[in-house]
């Protein structure tokens, strides 16, 4: 019988998280060509995004110099050293590697860039955690085939993986498909994750796609895309770990009335078990059917779809965790805000200055419910708090709210590894500030390291540590035995 304790296992992955699209920069630098995130202004907790097909002068595109890591990753890397990280997880650019997506060879100047950056990390001994699609899309794929909704981009991702997959065979051993797929069941969610063009006037709050038979084709190709992935990287290299990543929702009901616990059983699958059983499983489940059949919603298949998706499902599941929220039958409720999610507010839960509640037994609850159903390993690949630092005199930024948030979070993720739970990995999301993805914003920050850069764009890019980088080094050395 396994040994049930409160510790971290030796070994355990401890590092941070980040996106090309939202730290790199050097969005036209060296042959890359321009993402879906490259075509996303600016915006503010109160002010939406505006996707613009065609760039505007004078206007800030956030993703287009980000945080500048492309000419500073070596800074950023001691940095990570510094704090320990035993793992690194990081996006590669796709239209870096073929700046139309469709593109027959790949820019070897693109691939160029992620061999420094390989061979920096190995330099500190850290294990790159690599996301192959992270919501930047090459843009052409978009505008010339309406995005995922066309079977053809299907052969251009497994082209790119096929590219990413030989270069990086020896250097690369954690491979992640698609960031958040389940995004994808998600209206609005449709453009951040290279789908298709949204309905609407450009803005992206309300970029929409109403369709759901297009949205939930385009998954399709995903999760065919996903499954040639998993099968080729295993063919490549049989040491490869290739995982899945879901953004969970975790949603309670609201009352002990039945309609609302259902209603909470029912968004659990729809939103979060729908994309894992088909990556864990290879299959579509049974409450995703009986949805399909009763919204006419008419999944096109190819003969040997259903082969595919058994033979390329992934060792291990990953996710982002960072709230929760209520549901109810009843709509006269108060709303709050999540990751890419709206929910009802829970009365018991304090919330961010972003109101996304905060909710760490929420994260322990997640854990045992996602390994009591797929029992492989977990990574916690995000999970952090948002929030508006300030920088003293001294030039020390105190961020004691960080720390408190991330503390009580890990807490609860001890207490899932003593509920049986098979977690290998803890991946904070940010880990360096970065730009916002839901608004473009600086001053949203997660990082452990500061970033001298406003919401304008305005700012020298310098480097500074804060005092829960200090704390989360601590955090590393002792394995998560000192958190105070």
């Known amino acids: 019988m396994k040994n049930i304790t409160k510790e971290f296992p030796q070994g355990f992955l401890w590092g941070g998280a980040t996106a090309a699209n939202q730290f790199e920069g050097g969005y036209n630098v060296d042959g890359k060509g321009l993402s879906t995130a490259d075509v996303i202004t600016a915006g503010t907790h109160t002010t939406s995004r505006r996707i613009t097909p065609v760039l505007e002068e004078g206007v800030n595109y956030p993703s287009h110099e980000a945080i500048d890591f492309f000419h500073r990753y070596q800074e950023d890397i001691r940095l990570f050293a510094e704090m320990g990280f035993k793992v690194f997880r990081m996006s590669i650019a796709w239209s870096r590697i073929f700046p139309n997506g469709d593109d027959t060879e790949p820019n070897e100047q693109g691939l160029q860039f992620y061999d420094r950056v390989f061979a920096e990390l190995k330099k500190y001994n850290i294990e790159p955690l690599v996301t192959i699609s992270h919501y930047e899309a090459p843009f052409h794929l978009t505008q010339k085939y309406n995005g995922w909704s066309d079977r053809r981009v299907v052969d251009f991702y497994v082209r790119y993986c096929e590219v990413l997959f030989n270069r990086y065979k020896d250097v690369v051993k954690y491979w992640l498909t698609f960031n958040e797929i389940n995004i994808l069941t998600l209206s609005f969610g449709a ?33 065919i895309a996903s499954a040639k992935a998993v099968k080729l990287g295993h ?17 309670y009901p609201l009352t002990c009335h039945p309609d609302d616990l259902l209603l909470a059983q029912q968004k659990d699958n729809l939103s979060n078990f729908l994309c894992s059983d088909v990556q864990v499983r290879g299959a579509y489940p049974g409450f995703a059917k ?5 919204n006419n919603i008419d999944i096109a298949m190819q003969e040997n779809d259903e082969n595919i998706l058994k033979e390329g499902c992934v060792d291990f599941y990953t996710f982002s965790y960072y709230s929760s929220t209520c549901v109810s039958a009843d709509p006269n409720q108060e709303k709050v805000g999540g990751n890419l ?38 990574m916690v690949v995000e999970n952090g708090l948002g929030a508006v630092d300030t920088v003293e005199e001294d030039g020390s930024i105190n961020d004691d709210y960080r720390i408190d948030y991330l503390k009580q979070h890990i807490e609860q993720m001890k207490e899932a590894i003593a509920d049986g739970v098979d977690l290998i990995g803890y991946t904070p999301w940010g880990c360096i500030d970065l730009v916002s993805a839901g608004t473009g914003e600086m001053k949203k920050r997660y990082g452990f390291i500061y970033v001298d850069k406003d919401n304008e764009g305005n700012g020298t890019l310098a480097r500074s540590r804060k005092k829960s980088f200090y704390w989360y080094k601590n955090v590393i050395e002792t394995n998560g035995e000192q958190l105070d």
């Open 191 to 223: 453009f951040m994750a290279g789908a298709m063009m949204p309905e609407g006037n450009g803005e992206l709050a309300h970029a929409t796609v109403k369709d759901e038979q297009v949205l939930y084709q385009a998954l399709h190709h995903q999760f």
């Open 290 to 294: 009986r949805y399909f059949k009763e």
């Open 341 to 378: 999610s709206m929910g009802l507010k829970n009365p018991h839960l304090k919330a961010s200055a972003w109101d996304w509640q905060i909710d760490p037994q929420g994260l322990r609850w997640s854990l045992n419910n996602i390994y009591n159903r797929y029992e492989i390993p977990l």
């Open 235 to 251: 063919e490549i290299n049989k040491d490869f770990k290739i995982g899945c990543m879901i953004a969970y929702m975790c949603s």
